[in-house]
């Protein structure tokens, strides 16, 4: 074809390519071929992918349905949730969580936990178990009185070396040891809970061990290091409480940090019960050293918040339930 018949190609002209540049000169298919990337990255990103269909199954009913369905068909049972830190600013929407829970379950603590597990549940919904890992200030602040007022019992798991840390060291305990806060309300900078914190919540609520450091449980741990996360964390918490400890929480919850040698020391310990973060319901006859929970959080909006709750949820981790079940269950005597 004779030149002049032909369409000009737009990208032969410099100033069209000039005009669809990002600026830096770069075609403009490649820059949004990018943009495009960039933006299906953040889709899927794990976190965002469950929000958004978190808000798909809220919108369209399918979270409440969920619930009814999980209800009948799992009856009886109780959920264990698991929360990090409530700091003062996010009272009020903590408040709201614990009364929504107060209109559709009953608090679990030791003794509930106990007769659920024996197969005998009297109550007409099913049960709540809540759980606030890391041994922070807030939840002696403001957890603990919100539960009490409507009528919760606090399972309190403690990394009692964050609470044996002075306070003027305890954010950069807290930074190395991966342990998230929100000091913004605390001017004097103490963000772990203190002995007399921990003796106050003992008794109505249960302390439980969180290990010595907040320290995941993973294979390259020795000897040396799961006697002191495990063993010594145990009967330093004891001797603060003059008691013995029932209940370990590992820390993490990636599935690298759970190993058999840990969960053996721990049943060895003589834990009666250890919580995991797996997702799934607790129902009669269970494992009790193999708990599991949901992390939920004072900041989750209500429709991530029902999703949490719906029972789907825990079909996302079923395999990787299954495995560490597997991992860290009894060996056969
Ligand atoms: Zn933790």
Not at 126 to 155: C, I, M, N, Q
Request: proline share 8%.
């Amino acid at each position: 074809m004779l030149p002049w018949l032909r369409d000009p190609d737009p990208s032969e002209d410099p100033e069209f390519r000039e005009f669809m540049s990002a600026g830096d000169g770069r075609p403009v298919d490649e820059v949004f071929g990018e943009r495009l990337r960039r933006r299906l990255r953040a889709l899927v990103a794990p976190g965002n992918l469950k929000h958004g269909i978190a808000a798909g199954f809220e919108a369209t009913g399918l979270n409440a349905a969920g619930a009814l369905v999980q209800k009948q068909l799992r009856w009886p049972w109780a959920r264990a949730l698991n929360y990090h830190d409530v700091p003062p600013h996010r009272s009020g929407a903590f408040e709201d969580q614990l009364r929504y829970y107060a209109r559709h379950f009953v608090s679990v603590g030791p003794a509930e936990l106990a007769e659920l597990n024996a197969g005998h549940w009297p109550h007409p919904k099913p049960g709540l178990l809540l759980t606030f890992d890391d041994g922070l200030r807030s939840h002696a602040d403001v957890v603990a009185p919100l539960l009490e007022k409507y009528g919760f019992t606090g399972w309190f798991s403690v990394p009692i070396g964050f609470v044996e840390t002075p306070a003027a060291e305890q954010q950069a305990f807290a930074r190395e040891h991966r342990i998230d806060f929100d000091a913004r309300d605390f001017p004097d900078g103490r963000i772990a809970m203190t002995w007399p914190d921990l003796r106050h919540l003992d008794g109505p609520h249960e302390i439980c061990c969180h290990t010595y450091t907040h320290r995941r449980l993973g294979p390259r741990l020795g000897e040396p290091e799961l006697a002191l996360e495990i063993d010594v964390a145990k009967q330093r918490l004891e001797a603060g409480l003059g008691h013995p400890v029932r209940g370990f929480v590992w820390v993490g919850g990636e599935e690298w940090a759970y190993t058999r040698d840990a969960a053996e020391r721990i049943r060895a310990a003589g834990f009666e019960f250890s919580f995991m973060t797996n997702n799934a319901v607790i129902r009669p006859h269970g494992e009790l050293l193999q708990v599991q929970r949901t992390n939920v959080e004072a900041h989750f909006e209500p429709a991530f918040l029902h999703f949490c709750l719906s029972g789907f949820y825990d079909l996302f981790y079923l395999p990787k339930r299954r495995r560490v079940n597997r991992l860290t269950a009894a060996r056969a005597a």
